[in-house]
């Protein structure tokens, strides 16, 4: 299961487009058909989670010559099947800072909001079914 932290104009499109997006945290694994929560980035306007769909198409984007440390970048085309019910976005994620007590809003903190750029993030089983509590 996937996340991505992105900018959303429209959050209540049947499909979204991500370009050349960050990938962390596993997040260069995503392929056709992977389940992704959709969180719409507060640094853009956005109200945190979203939306939950499935990923249509993946491109690898290529590193560039001469750079020798480089974030792996995917686009990425997502089919929405759900909107969420209830909001969930760095307010509420902010008391999870323990990061070692193996808690999924702790998980989705530290790799969402430790570092708060955009970005496809692979998340564990727990942090998907803690998100699909929004569903």
């Known amino acids: 299961m996937f996340a991505i ?6 959050p209540r499109v049947n499909a979204f487009t991500f370009t050349a997006q ?14 992704v929560f959709v969180f719409a980035s507060e640094n853009e306007g956005g109200q945190g989670l979203i939306a939950r769909g499935i990923v249509t198409s993946v491109e690898a984007i290529a590193k560039k010559h001469g750079v020798t440390r480089q974030t792996p970048r995917v686009s990425i085309s997502v089919r929405r099947t759900a909107l969420a019910e209830r909001t969930l976005g760095r307010s509420d994620l902010k008391q ?30 727990e942090a998907a079914a803690f998100l699909s509590g929004f569903f």
């Open 22 to 35: 960050k990938t962390m945290y596993g997040g260069k694994h995503i392929a056709k058909g992977d389940t």
């Open 5 to 10: 932290k992105a900018e959303i104009s429209d």
């Open 96 to 125: 999870f800072t323990d990061w070692n007590d193996g808690r999924p809003g702790t998980e989705l903190n530290f790799k969402f909001y430790r570092q708060a750029t955009n970005k496809i993030v692979g998340i564990s089983e």
